[in-house]
């Protein structure tokens, strides 16, 4: 059984087939993983429909500036739900920087405060600002709280970061890509218990689907790449990432 813990079923057009196929391969659980208010009301009614598929609810770093004060009440009704697992995807991208700095900070800490709330996880995106995210976690984990760094693609130094205060690190499509041997080193170091993967459907196919639509089925595609790396057998990565996913998420 594997689990794809960040998958953005509320893009694909055909879920339902989409999540037979992701059955088919033994991917029996799926976090479908908002963008926006109007994106997790969708992720939510998609998880509400297949029992298989939680919901993470938030808004993306890239439409943090879209987080007024409405868009947070309105996401705190979604959060009573109880097919809602985490909160997210949110974090800081300073890479398309698609909403200035002090906005993502901002919007960040908003979301810390939700996870706080609600004793949910935290879906964390970070791309080139570590150093923010690191020290805004540092300041917060004395107050419980804990989650993801989604598709994570630092080496394992900025990893070991993140788990020394208690987060786990997910890993997507990319490791099978060329020219990731950091990635990979982090992939083949971080202890099992820290371990989860994902898709990032409908981006980053794994290969052989590079450039294709990614769908949470090839999920078992990124945990045969970390057994090759980690020298272990596929079904030990498997029952591994399915634990850590389930104590994460809090379901079964
Ligand atoms: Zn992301
Ligand atoms: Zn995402």
Request: net charge negative; aromatic share 8%.
């Amino acid at each position: 059984m594997f689990v794809d813990t960040h998958a953005h079923l509320e893009m694909l057009e055909d879920v339902e087939i989409v999540i037979e196929r992701a059955l088919a391969h033994g991917v029996s659980r799926v976090v479908a993983i908002s963008s926006n208010l109007e994106s997790s009301k969708r992720t939510l009614e998609i998880a509400r429909t297949f029992p298989q598929v939680f919901a993470a609810v938030g808004v993306h770093p890239h439409e943090a500036l879209s987080l007024d004060k409405r868009v947070m009440e309105e996401l705190e009704k979604l959060l009573e739900n109880t097919k809602v697992v985490a909160i997210g995807e949110t974090g800081l991208d300073y890479h398309y920087m698609n909403s200035p700095r002090e906005v993502q900070i901002a919007s960040f800490k908003n979301h810390i405060e939700l996870a706080k709330r609600f004793s949910l996880p935290l879906v964390i995106h970070v791309r080139d600002a570590h150093e923010d995210v690191v020290s805004i976690l540092k300041e917060q984990i004395s107050e419980g709280i804990k989650g993801v760094i989604h598709c994570f693609t630092g080496d394992y130094l900025t990893a070991d970061r993140y788990i020394d205060m208690g987060f786990y690190i997910s890993f997507s499509g990319i490791i099978t890509f060329k020219n990731t041997d950091k990635i990979r080193e982090a992939a083949r170091m971080i202890p099992p218990e820290k371990l989860l993967i994902e898709t990032d459907s409908p981006y980053l196919a794994p290969f052989p689907f590079r450039g294709k639509r990614n769908e949470p089925s090839y999920v078992v595609y990124v945990a045969e790449k970390i057994a090759e790396l980690r020298g272990e057998p596929l079904e030990k990565v498997a029952e591994e990432t399915t634990r850590n996913a389930k104590e994460l998420f809090g379901f079964y």
